[in-house]
């Protein structure tokens, strides 16, 4: 049996396409560059269907070939990184003199908050994700690819062209921007 008989691309859009997009969209946070990125899936996926070898199922192909386009775009956006590696405004606001500790009264607190409650755990996702959009591109694909794709920091690194140093300093920019957002929005709401 021919790969083209494996596979039921005529029905791809109605099986996968809200699913792919919503897997798009929680890593790009922009809808009309998860639109793009679902329709390159589908058309990837239709221009390479005869060497689709069933090993895994259509579903896992097609997913793989979406992570590569969502890698596709982390590069892409990359290219127009705003990486500086020495300190901002943001740092010295929550940072002491030697800029490498917490100020007493700055440092994160626990939040006291019971994580396992369903409707909590849904309006927090819902405001990450709205804070999320808030970070610059090249920091929402660190984060992103780290705690939502659990991408080790070498694949990171290399994936976006950035130096070990930059990642951390990103990533770290990015949890003390997202921690401020989620306080303003979520915490002290």
């Known amino acids: 049996m021919s790969s083209e008989n494996k596979l039921n691309a005529t ?5 996968y396409g ?16 998860a639109e ?5 899936t589908f058309l990837s996926a ?14 896992t192909w097609l997913y793989t070939i979406c992570k590569n386009k969502i890698i596709d775009y ?19 606001y929550f940072f002491g003199d030697d800029g ?5 009264d700055k440092k994160p607190q626990a939040w006291g908050i019971d994580y396992s409650k369903s409707v909590e755990s849904k309006e927090f996702y819902s405001i990450l994700k709205k804070c ?16 939502l794709d659990d991408s080790d920091t070498d694949e990171i690194c290399e994936t976006l062209g950035i130096t070990v140093q930059n990642y951390w300093v990103l990533i770290h920019r990015a949890k ?8 303003k929005n979520w915490i002290n709401s």
């Open 11 to 15: 029905n791809w859009v109605d099986l």
């Open 132 to 147: 999320k959009t808030k970070l610059k591109e090249i920091q929402q694909s660190v984060f992103t690819m780290k705690y």
């Open 176 to 183: 003390i921007q997202l921690r401020a957002c989620l306080e």
């Open 46 to 59: 239709w221009r390479a269907r005869n060497t689709y070898n069933g090993k895994a199922s259509e579903k």
């Open 18 to 33: 809200d699913a792919l997009y919503a897997y798009v969209m929680a890593r790009v946070s922009n809808s009309a560059q």
């Open 100 to 104: 490498r500790h917490w100020d007493d």
């Open 36 to 40: 793009d990125i679902v329709q390159e």
């Open 74 to 92: 982390y590069r892409k956006a990359s290219t127009n990184k705003e990486v500086l590696a020495k300190e901002d405004e943001t740092e010295e």
